[in-house]
């Protein structure tokens, strides 16, 4: 039971991470930054997120506060300034 539990979560996760992928969405960060990109993958709690600011880029997916559609007419500018790694952890 235990097992079949664990599986089901996995594949809930998995399908909000491809329902995710490819779309504009807004990524809205803990400590309140936004990141403006699309949702590529989600592996091992890790987000790939491809944005024309910032190039692509890792983020935790601890340091995530939301991720939503990305709201018409805003600017998509990023208010995180971007490492030399592109990582954000």
């Known amino acids: 039971m235990r097992v079949s539990t664990i ?11 491809v329902a995710q992928a490819g779309e504009m969405k807004e ?3 803990k400590d309140g930054s ?9 592996t091992n709690g890790i987000y790939t ?3 024309d600011i910032l190039g692509t880029i890792k983020i ?3 340091k995530i506060r939301l991720i939503r559609e990305k709201s018409p007419g805003g600017t998509g500018q990023s208010t995180m300034n971007s490492g030399t790694t592109g990582d954000v952890k």
Do not use: N, P, R, Y
């Open 34 to 42: 936004v990141i403006s990109g699309e949702v590529l993958s989600l």
């Open 49 to 51: 997120v491809k944005s």
């Open 27 to 29: 990524v809205v960060l």
């Open 60 to 62: 935790e997916e601890a």
């Open 7 to 17: 599986v089901v979560w996995f594949m809930l996760g998995l399908c909000t991470a």
